[in-house]
């Protein structure tokens, strides 16, 4: 199972909006509402942001929001900031062995 | 508040074996499913493998870079997630977490480093 496609660096001025694509499969983000996302910064285990596509952990801030369109789910980080510059992974269920495939991280830079 | 804390990790010669474990408070640990990832050094997360409860049948799924080779086991009276690695491979080097995928709850250990290397 290859891990799902997303970008390997994002960047963004403070205050503006960024998206993270995470392109998968119908055997994967396409055919299941079980598409998560985490933060991780370096050193630090990753942290839940967004879980089944949409849902926001209570804590976590409402400058992020996940969607998913056919076989791309996004993240979309508003009003950024600088301290969210970190590694960014999606996660989904997949239908083959592992159950579930992170995507390949994408850097998020704030300029 | 979901604590996790992983120990085992440590320096192993290629075809080792070694046994990881995760101590778990702040959850009802026999109704959680918890999950094994692994992140090589400067690479990205890898899903290992993750354990039902024991109501969902208590198995457990593997990635197939590890089946075969990886196991893992619950221990439920003592709050405990165990990971038996055999047949070490240098590619298997990395920093190991255990976490509870509990959406509100989702928590990560602190990892556990093993290095596999001659």
């Known amino acids: 199972q290859s891990a799902l496609t997303q970008p390997a660096s994002v960047s963004g001025s403070p205050g503006q909006s960024i998206t993270i694509s995470c392109t998968g499969t119908s055997s994967d983000v396409g055919g299941y509402d079980y598409v998560s996302w985490y933060q991780q910064r370096p050193g630090k285990a990753p942290r839940l942001l967004i879980y089944?596509?949409?849902h926001r952990p209570s804590g976590v801030s409402n400058r992020f929001s996940g969607s998913k369109s056919g076989n791309t789910a996004s993240l979309t980080i508003s009003g950024l900031q600088t301290e969210d510059e970190a590694d960014y992974y999606c996660?989904?269920?997949?239908?083959?062995?592992?159950?579930?495939?992170f995507g390949t991280g994408t850097k998020v830079t704030v300029l | 508040e979901v604590q996790l804390v992983e120990s085992g990790g440590g320096l192993v010669r290629p075809g080792g074996s070694l046994r990881l474990s995760c101590v778990a408070s702040?959850?009802?640990?026999?109704?959680?499913?918890l999950i094994w990832v692994r992140q090589a050094p400067g690479k990205g997360l890898e899903w290992v493998g993750h354990?039902?409860?024991?109501?969902?049948?208590?198995?457990?799924d593997y990635a197939a870079s590890v089946k075969g080779r990886f196991t893992i086991s619950r221990d439920d009276s003592n709050n405990t997630l165990y990971l038996q690695m055999k047949s070490l491979k240098t590619e298997d080097t990395g920093v190991y977490y255990c976490s509870f995928p509990g959406g509100d709850d989702d928590s990560w250990g602190q990892g556990t480093l093993v290095t596999v290397s001659s």
């Open positions: 702040g959850l009802t640990f026999s109704d959680a499913w």
């Open positions: 354990i039902r409860k024991k109501t969902d049948g208590g198995t457990a």
């Open positions: 996660l989904s269920y997949t239908t083959f062995s592992a159950l579930y495939v």
């Open positions: 089944d596509v949409s």
